[in-house]
């Protein structure tokens, strides 16, 4: 069974820009979740899509959004890009809420 | 805020020694997960354990749950060197919303 799949793993952008990541779910897994690892800041809870629809989201800025495609990957967007997006994001399935998740390898964001 | 932290920040131990790790979080939850992080990856799920259980066993770990304290703890017996890594706990706090609160997690360095 192939695992949650992330692009790319990783990613220069100049500030102002715009970066999008995407993620593969597990076959089967409905559910997609994103978190951004930033240094010092640990893990923060970014968005929830499940059956295609935005479930929750963290207290991220409208600038990050994403959505969820009906084979139920999905796309992280983050628009003008600031110095403080430099992270490491990761994206992870799950069939239910409840369960463990199954987490990416990640997408690490460089903004320069 | 994260509403787990974790105790130590970090540990360090021989080979063959075992290790502890402790999780505290503040408010209800449906259960809490433990994950696994090699230098800067995805998280791997180790082990989940439900509001109801007190304690679980997964091969050389055993979680220990204590919701009058809100604690948990995670130990590893007879360590090696590879389970050298960063060590989360993770809980749902109530209700369905998707969201894991991380904490700060224990960096683990397992010396041969």
């Known amino acids: 069974e192939a695992g949650v799949t992330q692009s790319p793993t990783h990613l220069i952008k100049t500030r102002g820009q715009q970066a999008t990541l995407r993620c593969s779910p597990i076959s089967g897994h409905t559910s997609v979740y994103w978190y951004q690892q930033a240094l010092g800041l640990g893990l923060q809870f970014l968005l929830w899509?499940?059956?295609?629809?935005e479930r929750n989201r963290g207290n991220f800025p409208p600038r990050f959004s994403g959505r969820q495609f009906p084979n139920y990957s999905s796309e992280l967007n983050v628009n003008a890009l600031e110095l403080e997006d430099s992270a490491l994001y990761l994206c992870?399935?799950?069939?239910?809420w409840g369960a463990g998740y199954t987490f990416g390898s990640g997408t690490r964001l460089t903004v320069v | 805020s994260q509403q787990g932290e974790e105790d130590p920040q970090a540990l360090s131990i021989q080979e063959g020694e075992n290790a502890t790790m402790n999780c505290s979080y503040k408010t209800s939850i449906n259960n809490l997960q433990w994950y696994r992080q090699n230098s800067g990856r995805g998280l791997v799920h180790l082990i989940l354990?439900?509001?109801?259980?007190r304690e679980k066993h997964s091969g050389r770990l055993r979680v220990t749950l204590d919701t009058s304290k809100k604690s948990s703890s995670l130990l590893i017996t007879a360590s090696r060197a590879a389970d050298t890594a960063s060590y989360f706990c993770?809980?749902?706090?109530?209700?369905?919303?998707?969201?894991?609160?991380f904490g700060q997690g224990t960096t683990l360095q397992v010396k041969p």
């Open positions: 899509y499940d059956e295609g629809e």
């Open positions: 993770a809980t749902d706090g109530s209700g369905n919303t998707g969201k894991l609160i």
């Open positions: 992870a399935s799950s069939f239910i």
């Open positions: 354990i439900r509001s109801n259980e």
